[in-house]
């Protein structure tokens, strides 16, 4: 019954387009990737095959087991490992002799874990937060109206593993690629009628190569072809591409001087465009934040999460702000208007003591900060602060932080 679904599947007229196969139909064809997991023991270490071909084998302390016994199989089907051989002068024990494998598809997250790296990945519960918090929605091919594009910058592709991650959220947006026999001419017609694309930028050319492998060897690369691949500087590469009207709906930053990149690309962004900023510290998304006010770069900061490790939930946001302490504000300014221009609440306001004023045990925190800070570096003239700290709620020990930045309607380009 299953081998007539799979003919029938594969007789179908939509033979020419690529689509996405039903699990336990179709059986595992050569150039297939599959994990095998032992039937009697759970927490054993999964065996994550190459491609599968004619003649190739998988070779473990377990024995024996042929791509040609793999190539048939489907879904959760069991196979065996031959005995390896007894050495010279001794026996094979006899637990040895046969271990019984079930054939499994590899899914996203484990193919990110357990391909080659050349640097540390993106890891699944990571880049689905990211995903989530770039709100990114795929609809339909047919249902996207005119010459619209969805447009995403990764800056800084790496492992490709938030790549790939990226891709599938928007594939839908896409028709199927022709299938094989293709032509470069058919592929290249194909992209330029693309509804949503992925730019993805690194400025190390050995490591977008090897993200593009990593891209290309999922699911025999359903993903591959809604990305573009560059090797240059992210800023160099949007003034090069930003030749009109702004084009980015989305931006993803993973750079370690993600601040010095903030004003080329919110040029290229469209209103209210969300841009993600990653960093291993919370100091780099501060230095974002201060860069953004000084040069009045249109972006809004909307939120600040700090990742969770080792799978654990959502991350914990904190609460990050811009303040200017009263002391940079000209002494004879009305304070009234200096609130309205600033923008600042009463209490975050100043730096120096006030015993007229109440203040409470959250502003004296934040206060205090800006004192400390204050001390350790002289204060410029109009300088912009940065107060931080994590908003109410359970401890978690993060991995990283996420700075979530909005794009604004940039009034001085208004009519």
Same mark, same amino acid.
């Given at each position: ?34 994990? +095998? ?21 998988? $070779? ?10 793999? !190539? ?21 024990? %006899? ?15 484990? &193919? @990110? ?9 993106? &890891? ?9 918090? /770039? ?12 010459? *619209? ?14 790549? +790939? ?8 947006? #896409?028709?199927? /690629?022709?299938?094989?026999?293709? #032509? ?22 050995? &490591? ?17 072809? #809604? ?12 003034? %090069? ?13 993973? /750079?370690? #001087? ?16 969300? @841009?993600? !900023? ?14 953004? %006010? ?5 972006? $809004?900061?909307?939120? !600040?999460?700090?990742?969770? @490790? ?22 004879? $300014?009305?304070?009234? !208007? ?13 730096? *120096? ?63």
């Amino acid at each position: 019954m299953r081998n007539q679904l799979w003919r029938s599947l594969h007789r179908s007229p939509h033979l020419q387009q690529q689509f996405r196969h039903i699990a336990d139909a179709r059986p595992f064809q050569p150039g297939d990737l599959v994990l +095998l997991r032992e039937k009697l023991n759970k927490s054993a270490q999964p065996i994550f095959t190459r491609p599968l071909k004619a003649g190739g084998k998988i $070779e473990g302390h377990r024995g024996i087991i042929p791509h040609d016994d793999i !190539v048939g199989k489907r879904v959760r089907d069991v196979v065996r490992t031959a005995p390896p051989k007894a050495k010279a002068g001794g026996e094979v024990k %006899k637990r040895q002799e046969q271990t019984e494998f079930r054939v499994h598809e590899v899914k996203l997250e484990e &193919y @990110v874990r357990l391909t080659k790296r050349l640097v540390t990945p993106v &890891y699944p519960v990571d880049a689905a937060l990211i995903v989530d918090l /770039l709100d990114l929605h795929s609809h339909a091919h047919e249902a996207i109206e005119g010459g *619209e594009k969805l447009e995403v910058l990764e800056a800084g592709t790496g492992h490709g593993a938030l790549t +790939l991650y990226l891709s599938r959220a928007i594939h839908a947006a #896409n028709m199927p /690629l022709p299938r094989q026999p293709a #032509n470069e001419a058919s592929v290249e017609t194909w992209k330029a009628n693309r509804k949503a694309i992925i730019h993805t930028v690194d400025t190390q050319a050995k &490591y977008s190569a090897h993200a593009q492998s990593i891209v290309k060897g999922f699911k025999h690369g359903l993903y591959a072809h #809604n990305v573009d691949f560059h090797t240059s500087d992210v800023s160099a590469w949007v003034r %090069k591409n930003h030749t009109g009207d702004p084009f980015l709906s989305r931006a993803i930053l993973d /750079l370690p #001087n993600a601040d010095t990149h903030l004003a080329i690309v919110a040029q290229a962004m469209r209103t209210d465009g969300t @841009v993600v !900023v990653f960093n291993p510290s919370l100091t780099q998304i501060l230095q974002c934040c201060v860069k953004i %006010k000084e040069e009045g770069t249109p972006l $809004e900061l909307e939120s !600040v999460i700090e990742l969770p @490790v080792n799978g654990g939930a959502r991350g914990r946001e904190w609460d990050v702000r811009a303040v200017k302490p009263r002391a940079s504000i000209k002494k004879d $300014e009305d304070h009234a !208007v200096v609130q309205e221009e600033v923008g600042v609440d009463e209490e975050l306001a100043g730096t *120096e003591q006030d015993h007229n004023s109440s203040v409470d045990a959250a502003s004296v925190d934040e206060v205090a900060i800006l004192d400390a800070r204050a001390e350790e570096t002289p204060e410029k003239e109009g300088g912009w602060q940065m107060v931080c700290r994590p908003k109410v709620g359970d401890r978690i020990v993060g991995g990283g932080f996420l700075g979530v930045l909005k794009k604004q309607r940039d009034m001085r380009r208004e009519p």
